[in-house]
């Protein structure tokens, strides 16, 4: 069933209330997720949304509105009132707006599924979370928790620039958590991430995760933390597990290349970017291992689409090459205010929501080693894996993380393992401090993205592999 | 432009509604409960002292839970015709039959009349149609909001501003099939924006009932000063500073106490720090969450939780002894309490939380204030004693960024933001750099570690999820900064 006809009507009314450009998305998403805990199934629900939104450009001032009712009358009304909120819009108006050109007009893509999602039986599904929670707490776990999300998307998008785009998104993932309880703490290992590992992709990426087999394995190394030694406190050389390096990668170089917290329009939330576009194409932003690309085009990973919502189709960019900084994020007016010619990383997170500058595939290519390679040439520091917190100013500079676990390295050989692993920096002489990468790249999933007023949720992909970088502080405690 | 969102009694009818369509289905054993809620929402945001983002939205929402033969499953839609009704009825069937046995479902709540409210007593015994509730800020304009805009704006002068104005609508009701049947409705406006010059950020922040309590010059101005305060900073080193927070940093501290402290769920796995009749906070400290509003505050939230449980004031700390936590049906019935009527969607996998906590203010003036109009410098006017009795220490406006490192002790790590302050024997002496802290937040507000809690408490919105907070300024014997400008 296709919704362009009521899509095109909204464009139209928008366009006949005095907008100069619009855009409308219909959007509908089914979803369906599961929580176990300690071997049985805690909460199952499934959701079903669908709605119109309608964008509005009159003069230099936007204006949007969304509703629930795919009618076409209700399109023509959400239309109108569209462009009255952008006219009101024009009480602060701002300098003229452009919009680069995206190149697309008529197109349809679907995301790769071999095995969809929903198809798969609920059972069957309940299967695997009690299973894996069930094999953890008979491992040790105090608390054993496991989690399932679906989303399937459909979209339909229409321009006044002559867009007429449908969609069809299938993303889900899974993981599995054991957590122990100490004298005064609680010690928590997850698998494969930290809420899990996620795709646009079918229920293929959560057959291969092997929940159930990992399982045993959290409990018991969650319980041994309780009594390893403390994450020594000090500067020594870091080495990052994939799983880490992609929330690093995301926090410290996908937030900080937003056109938009460039330019300040995220400034009194998310904040601002320490970035100065006067120096896109010069700033050493890392060492040369650093190469960091914008991709959404990536097979299975959490960022991927055909076309952003903008109409945009998904095109490869360098982001950071040899470590100068070459690229941003950016949406169709955010470029044309900046002077650059592409655009194609916005997205909404539902119909309900203003498309905005989101990270798509935001990732690292790979570097010429292993991660053996990498410990057997570190005489002394650290390894640390597995995301437990994340914490980084407003101009993306100063970052704090914890990790679930680490070990010592000494001689080449990993050593103890320990508890409470932190690490702090700053963004630029972080990066500039790697100095060993490995090959062994796994495009990790991002699904609880925060961004905007009112907040939407963006699911973004991050291709990281393990990393070394030195002199960098650990162990901070409170 | 006035939007017609002023409804009356559908969400009602239609609650009503999907609990036949469920009997009709899977017979009079079936246990159904319905929550349906209309919510519009319009927020005129700014930045670079334009208005750059304009958005409203309305959305109505079902969810639907459902017990039969043992087992338990959810569903939600926002598609409300009759056949996305009984698509939604369907599809919760179908998972239900496939869900394993559920031994801990708490059962449904009984008919159960609203509690009134502390500030409003318009509440009837099943209906909250007057519960508090600002019909002028439901009907809020584009032109409205654009307004304060305009007006922050040009109380900066010539600042770079950034922010937003917001007006929130929610209409509910909740029906179940053991005949509880209640409905409610209320209304919300907030404004939070900085003034920028020179990296130096100020913030002024504001949340009430009333649109017309908001005003642009007012808060524009107070970010403003702050702003030039905040210039030019020194940076210091890590350690540990004796501190003034003000309400906007306080704001911070409430949220993690209530969603990480005084949640059920986390509190039954034994998750969180929080004892029952423990002294575990000074004993100037009393927390009180007040959904139902108070001194003639309007409502901040609705009259009863996603379980048809009606809501009351809860006092969570009084006097420095922890004396409650949060709950929804199913983790009172956990570890041998009644539901408080904190069931939420996300409830039952992240627990029952409080969401409108307020710390008290000190005894000699607990009135809420609004900003005063004659603000400048960098200090807010609740938070001036608090200084003036500080001989060395910070002055921190708000914090950014927080996360957990434990959460059985609340250890947490954030940054400062939107100015802070070397204070030297009760005076202002230099703008400072932001910087990192790792500290326990329940040890920070631990026996005799409050010096001092201001005396007016000032309505916040939370930065995300729509929850909000009454805090007043804090001065706390020590606070941990670990880490600078420099890293």
Redesign the interface.
């Known amino acids: 069933m296709s919704h362009f006809d009521e899509a095109y009507s909204a464009v139209q009314a928008a366009l006949d209330a005095g907008a100069r450009y619009a855009d409308c998305r219909i959007m509908v998403r089914r979803t369906e997720s599961m929580t176990a805990l300690d071997g049985e199934v805690e909460e199952l629900g499934s959701g079903e949304s669908a709605g119109l939104g309608v964008r509005a450009l009159v003069g230099s001032s936007w204006g949007f509105y969304a509703v629930p009712d795919l009618s076409d009358s209700a399109a023509r009304a959400a239309g109108r009132r569209a462009a009255q909120i952008a006219q009101a819009s024009a009480t602060v108006p701002g300098p003229p707006i452009d919009l680069v050109p995206t190149g697309a007009g008529e197109a349809s893509w679907a995301s790769a599924c071999e095995v969809d999602p929903l198809g798969v039986s609920l059972s069957a599904k309940g299967d695997l979370l009690v299973g894996a929670t069930a094999a953890a707490k008979e491992a040790g776990a105090d608390l054993a928790e496991g989690i399932y999300q679906i989303w399937d998307t459909h979209k339909w998008f229409v321009s006044s620039d002559g867009h007429r785009i449908d969609q069809h998104i299938r993303e889900c993932g899974a993981g599995v958590t054991a957590s122990v309880h100490g004298d005064g703490e609680i010690q928590r290992r997850s698998w494969p991430s930290h809420r899990g590992q996620y795709g646009t992709s079918g229920w293929e990426l959560v057959d291969s995760l092997d929940l159930i087999g990992n399982a045993p394995r959290m409990a018991e190394e969650a319980r041994a933390l309780l009594t390893a030694p403390l994450c020594p406190t000090g500067e020594t050389t870091l080495v990052l597990g994939g799983e880490q390096l992609a929330l690093q990668i995301h926090e410290s170089v996908g937030h900080a290349i937003e056109l938009d917290r460039i330019l300040g329009w995220e400034a009194a939330f998310a904040g601002t970017s320490w970035l100065d576009l006067e120096k896109l194409g010069s700033l050493r932003y890392g060492s040369e291992l650093m190469n960091i690309t914008i991709d959404p085009g990536i097979p299975g990973a959490l960022g991927s689409f055909g076309y952003d919502d903008e109409g945009t189709p998904a095109t490869k960019r360098d982001a950071v090459r040899d470590g100068i900084w070459v690229g941003v994020l950016a949406g169709r007016d955010s470029a044309a205010v900046a002077g650059l010619d592409y655009a194609g990383s916005v997205r909404s997170d539902g119909w309900a929501r203003l498309p905005m500058v989101r990270m798509t595939n935001v990732g690292l290519e790979p570097g010429p080693h292993t991660l053996d390679e990498i410990i057997a040439n570190t005489d002394d520091g650290v390894f640390m894996d597995i995301n437990r917190s994340w914490s980084i100013d407003d101009r993306r500079l100063n970052f704090q993380f914890g990790c679930e676990i680490g070990y010592e390295i000494k001689n080449g050989k990993l050593g103890r393992m320990l508890r409470n692993p932190t690490y702090t920096g700053i963004g630029p002489k972080f990066w500039q401090s790697m100095d060993m990468l490995s090959s062994e790249t796994v495009a990790w999933g991002t699904p609880n993205c925060g961004k905007g007023q009112p907040g939407q949720v963006g699911h973004t992909g991050h291709p990281a592999a393990p990393a070394r970088f030195t002199n960098v502080r650990v162990g901070v405690r409170g | 432009?006035s939007i017609d969102i002023i409804r009356t009694g559908a969400e009602l009818e239609l609650a009503a509604r999907v609990v036949e369509l469920v009997r009709r289905a899977a017979g009079p054993s079936a246990e159904a409960e319905v929550m349906v809620q209309h919510d519009a929402?319009a927020?005129?945001?700014?930045?670079?002292?334009?208005?750059?983002?304009?958005?409203?939205?309305?959305?109505?929402t079902v969810r639907l839970r459902l017990h039969l033969d043992g087992r338990?499953?959810?569903?939600?839609?926002?598609?409300?015709d009759a056949d996305?009704l009984r698509?939604?009825v369907e599809?919760?069937l179908?998972?239900v039959r496939?869900?394993?046995p559920?031994?801990t479902w708490p059962g449904l709540t009984p008919p159960t009349p609203l509690h009134r409210s502390a500030g409003y007593h318009g509440s009837g015994e099943r209906s909250g149609l007057d519960f508090g509730f600002d019909e002028a800020t439901a009907r809020a304009?584009?032109?409205e909001?654009?307004?304060r805009?305009?007006d922050f704006?040009r109380a900066a002068e010539g600042l770079?501003t950034?922010?937003?104005c917001?007006t929130t609508y929610s209409s509910a009701a909740f029906a179940n099939s053991a005949g509880q049947s209640v409905e409610g409705r209320t209304a919300e406006a907030a404004m939070?924006?900085?003034a920028?010059v020179n990296g130096a950020?100020g913030?002024a922040r504001l949340a009430s009932g009333r649109l017309g309590d908001l005003d642009g010059s007012v808060l524009g101005a107070r970010a403003a000063a702050k702003a030039r305060a905040a210039e030019s900073p020194v940076e210091l080193p890590p350690g540990r500073y004796e501190v003034v927070l003000e309400p906007e940093a306080v704001a911070d501290l409430l949220d993690n106490f209530s969603v990480f402290g005084f949640n059920g769920k986390a509190y039954g796995?034994?998750?969180s720090f929080a004892e029952i009749d423990a002294d575990q906070f000074d004993p100037s400290v009393t927390l009180v969450d007040e959904p139902l509003g108070s001194r003639d505050e309007p409502a901040p939230g609705l009259p009863f939780d996603d379980e048809g449980t009606p809501r009351e004031s809860l006092v969570l700390v009084r006097e420095g002894v922890t004396k409650a936590v949060t709950h929804d049906r199913r983790s009172a019935a956990e570890v041998g309490a009644v539901s408080t009527g904190h069931a939420s969607p996300a409830s039952?996998?992240w627990g029952p939380y409080p969401t409108h906590v307020r710390l008290e203010a000190a005894p000699a003036a607990t009135e809420p204030a609004l900003p005063p109009a004659d603000y400048s410098g960098p200090t807010a006017e609740s938070a001036r004693p608090l200084v003036a009795r500080m001989r060395r220490g910070l002055l921190i406006t708000d914090f950014?960024?927080?996360?957990?490192?434990?959460?059985?002790?609340l250890?947490?790590?954030?940054?400062t933001?939107n100015g802070v302050w070397l204070v030297e024997d009760g005076e202002v002496t230099a703008a400072v750099s932001?910087m990192?802290f790792?500290?326990?937040y329940p040890q920070a507000l631990g026996p005799g570690m409050v010096m001092g809690i201001g005396s007016e408490s000032v309505l916040l919105p939370d930065?995300?999820?729509g929850t909000r907070y009454a805090a007043p300024a804090l001065h706390l014997a020590s606070w941990?900064l670990?880490?600078n400008?420099?890293?």
């Open positions: 432009m929402e927020l005129t945001r700014f930045a670079n002292s334009m208005i750059h983002q304009n958005v409203a939205d309305a959305v109505t338990t499953a959810s569903g939600a839609t926002t598609v409300v996305g698509g939604l599809r919760t179908a998972a496939l869900s394993p559920d031994a304009t584009p032109a909001r654009a307004s805009v305009r704006v770079e950034a922010g937003y917001r939070d924006g900085i920028r950020d913030v796995q034994k998750q039952r996998t950014w960024y927080t996360r957990v490192l434990d959460q059985k002790t250890v947490i790590t954030g940054l933001r932001n990192r790792t500290q326990s930065r995300w999820s941990n670990t880490g400008a420099s890293g």
